[in-house]
């Protein structure tokens, strides 16, 4: 494992090695009010305690009308602060520093007054969304969402945010001309609103407060993803995590030979046309898979979700040369509906036996 445990600083802030949880949401831990549960701050502290580098934790909600499920996690009121301090002090308790994902589902959100840059409508996991065209005004109060949540995040205790613009949610919107046929200043290409919230939040958080973003490579190309790439790296973004964008409207690509994920080759490509720190994601699920991906796409870290979720100890049993197991992406996924009952937590404490 030459890179995957090799230490690296970001803008001053030591990681311990090359592997990142990125976020994932908990389902049903918290309810309508977005609070922290005990819950969530167990399950953080236990991930801290498994070796990553780094966590980045799950996308949290900046404001009630952009709610991916009516129970996320919020950060749209100050009372939520405190419950927040308390994940960031339990994984500061274990030496590891934490990002939070700041977010806003627009037209595929769960509350009924959907919105999106444009009139759009789209089937999304089955249920049709039907977003209608924000107001200036209306995208003027998100931007101020953004930016007041990035400076709960400081005080919060976390390191930085990163920014949800990938997986379909309203920055991916924006980025996507293809779902973003406005006529104005935050017409196609989306970096208006982007700019807007950059600058508002460094005025509102301190020069060493790192801000990053989860980026879609094809959105809806893999032109447009290097394009949206190098743009941010002009105006300050401190790392880029490559993801999927708004996968209804994207055209993924990779060459016929390539040995891994359409996202991967994505983030491979934009990490040659940028200098900024770059992680790459999707089925990453074994050590030699992580550290072939590293020397593959000369990416800063690799992304562990599932595998994190099978076994805490995911970095650590890696480390020490242990199977650490692996997620069987069942149909229904039941970490979600019971941890326990998980059919890749099962396999792995069989076989560990």
Same mark, same amino acid.
């Given at each position: 494992?030459?890179?995957?445990?090799?230490?690296?600083?970001?803008?001053?802030?030591?990681?311990?090695n090359r592997i990142c949880v990125p976020p994932m949401v908990?389902?049903?831990?918290?309810?309508?009010?977005?609070?922290?549960?005990?819950r969530n701050v167990a399950h953080y502290r236990a991930i801290?305690?498994?070796?990553?580098?780094?966590?980045?934790?799950?996308?949290?909600?900046?404001?009630?009308?952009?709610?991916?499920?009516?129970?996320?996690?919020?950060?749209?009121?100050?009372?939520?602060?405190?419950?927040?301090?308390?994940?960031?002090?339990?994984?500061?308790?274990?030496?590891?520093?934490?990002?939070?994902?700041?977010?806003?589902?627009?037209?595929?959100?769960?509350?009924?007054?959907?919105?999106?840059?444009?009139?759009?409508?789209?089937?999304?996991?089955?249920?049709?969304?039907? *977003?209608?065209? %924000?107001?200036?005004?209306?995208?003027?109060?998100? +931007?101020?969402? $953004?930016?007041? #949540?990035?400076?709960? /995040?400081?005080?919060?205790?976390?390191?930085?945010?990163?920014?949800?613009?990938?997986?379909?949610?309203?920055?991916?919107?924006?980025?996507?001309?293809?779902?973003?046929?406005?006529?104005?200043?935050?017409?196609?290409?989306?970096?208006?609103?982007?700019?807007?919230?950059?600058?508002?939040?460094?005025?509102?958080?301190?020069?060493?407060?790192?801000?990053?973003?989860?980026?879609?490579?094809?959105?809806?190309?893999?032109?447009?993803?290097?394009?949206?790439?190098?743009?941010?790296?002009?105006?300050?973004?401190?790392?880029?995590?490559?993801?999927? *964008?708004?996968? %209804?409207?994207?055209?993924?690509?990779?060459?016929? +030979?390539?040995? $891994?994920?359409? #996202?991967?080759?994505? /983030?491979?490509?934009?990490?040659?046309?940028?200098?900024?720190?770059?992680?790459?994601?999707?089925?990453?699920?074994?050590g030699e898979t992580a550290e072939a991906v590293l020397q593959?796409?000369?990416?800063?870290?690799?992304?562990?979700?599932?595998?994190?979720?099978?076994?805490?100890?995911?970095?650590?049993?890696?480390?020490?040369?242990?199977?650490?197991?692996?997620?069987?992406?069942?149909?229904?996924?039941?970490?979600?509906?019971?941890?326990?009952?998980?059919?890749?937590?099962?396999?792995?404490?069989?076989?560990?036996?």
């Amino acid at each position: 494992m030459e890179h995957l445990f090799t230490a690296w600083s970001l803008k001053g802030h030591e990681i311990k090695n090359r592997i990142c949880v990125p976020p994932m949401v908990c389902f049903g831990w918290s309810d309508d009010s977005g609070m922290v549960t005990e819950r969530n701050v167990a399950h953080y502290r236990a991930i801290a305690k498994g070796g990553a580098g780094l966590i980045i934790q799950e996308a949290t909600c900046i404001n009630r009308q952009g709610r991916l499920s009516l129970d996320q996690l919020g950060i749209w009121e100050d009372g939520q602060i405190p419950g927040l301090r308390k994940i960031v002090e339990a994984v500061h308790g274990e030496q590891v520093p934490i990002f939070v994902q700041i977010h806003h589902a627009g037209v595929i959100s769960a509350t009924g007054d959907r919105v999106c840059p444009s009139d759009y409508t789209c089937v999304h996991k089955g249920i049709e969304k039907r *977003g209608r065209e %924000l107001s200036l005004e209306e995208i003027h109060q998100i +931007e101020e969402d $953004f930016i007041q #949540a990035a400076r709960r /995040a400081y005080e919060a205790g976390y390191d930085g945010v990163e920014l949800h613009g990938c997986h379909s949610y309203l920055l991916s919107q924006f980025m996507n001309r293809l779902v973003n046929r406005r006529e104005d200043v935050y017409g196609p290409g989306g970096m208006e609103i982007l700019k807007r919230i950059l600058e508002g939040i460094r005025k509102v958080t301190p020069p060493e407060f790192i801000v990053g973003i989860r980026l879609g490579a094809f959105e809806p190309e893999l032109s447009d993803g290097i394009a949206h790439a190098k743009w941010l790296e002009a105006h300050g973004i401190d790392f880029i995590n490559v993801s999927y *964008g708004f996968d %209804l409207e994207a055209r993924r690509e990779k060459p016929e +030979e390539y040995p $891994f994920a359409e #996202a991967i080759y994505g /983030a491979k490509k934009i990490k040659e046309a940028v200098s900024v720190p770059v992680f790459a994601v999707y089925g990453i699920q074994d050590g030699e898979t992580a550290e072939a991906v590293l020397q593959d796409t000369n990416v800063d870290m690799v992304n562990i979700g599932r595998g994190v979720l099978v076994n805490y100890q995911w970095a650590n049993d890696v480390k020490e040369g242990r199977d650490p197991g692996k997620c069987l992406y069942c149909s229904t996924c039941m970490w979600r509906v019971d941890a326990d009952k998980c059919a890749g937590r099962l396999k792995r404490m069989r076989e560990s036996r």
